[in-house]
């Protein structure tokens, strides 16, 4: 899975995930008898994504810390790390703003970087036929 924030591709990346929740209508009355009864509600996401510090790369510690501290929502894309060539390969495309991030570094490692992002609206899907 490869990660591109505001159309820059977070080089380093060793890590994603895509998470979903739902509200739960609780519908339960008299009528019920004795048995819960449930619909579903709104339904919202959130990306996450962790990545070691790669100097040769354009999405660095700092950009992602001017993009946390941005109020602007961040379009982020994801999708396949490689492509099948003449095949159909999917991504995906959200807007939101980041909730969180991190910058860390210990004394003999490389520095990692991890952000979450709280989508705004949808999610698109895209199917995407290569050469």
Known sequence: MIVKIGGTALVGQIGGSLDGTRD?????????????????GDYGYTFSFNGLYDPSGSMSASEIKTAFEAEAAQVICWGAGTFVSGGINTYWTASGHFTAMSIAADYTGPARVSGTVQITGAVTQTAMTTA
């Open 24 to 40: 739960i209508i609780d519908l339960t009355s008299l009528s019920s008898e004795y048995v819960k009864q449930f619909a579903a």
